[in-house]
Nanobody
Framework: QVQLVESGGGLVQPGGSLRLSCAAS????????MGWYRQAPGKQRELVAT???????NYADSVKGRFTISRDNAKNTVYLQMNNLKPEDTAVYLC??????????????WGQGTQVTVSS
């Protein structure tokens, strides 16, 4: 019914930038929260950034000042601009969204993930 498809990952040198996108498609009545998480090998999944439908944002301390989350409600898309990337940012980045397929019925959806590798 609903799919989240991420794009924009890749290999970048330390100090470089990448922009991730996540587009939601399918039967969508409304999208509440959208966010990005990441998981590095051998580590637990951690929150990177979130944004509400009203535009309020929240960031992990480790990315504050370097990453910016934004969304285009008309396109059902959330973005993550990542600047000054560090090797410790290397991980699979996953998109998450709370989506209603009909009024008042919300479910949690995840994308398949996109690999970000920061290395010289």
């Amino acid at each position: 019914q609903v799919q989240l498809v991420e794009s924009g990952g890749g290999l970048v040198q330390p100090g470089g930038s990448l922009r991730l996108s996540c587009a939601a498609s399918g039967t969508i009545f409304s999208i509440n929260y959208m966010g990005w998480y990441r998981q590095a090998p051998g580590k637990q999944r951690e929150l990177v950034a979130t944004i509400t439908s009203g535009g309020s944002t929240n960031y992990a301390d480790s990315v504050k000042g370097r990453f910016t989350i934004s969304r285009d409600n008309a396109k059902n898309t959330v973005y993550l601009q990542m600047n000054n990337l560090k090797p410790e940012d290397t991980a699979v980045y996953l998109c998450n969204a709370i989506i209603a397929t009909k009024p008042g019925v919300y479910s949690d959806y995840w994308g398949q993930g996109t690999q970000v590798t920061v290395s010289s």
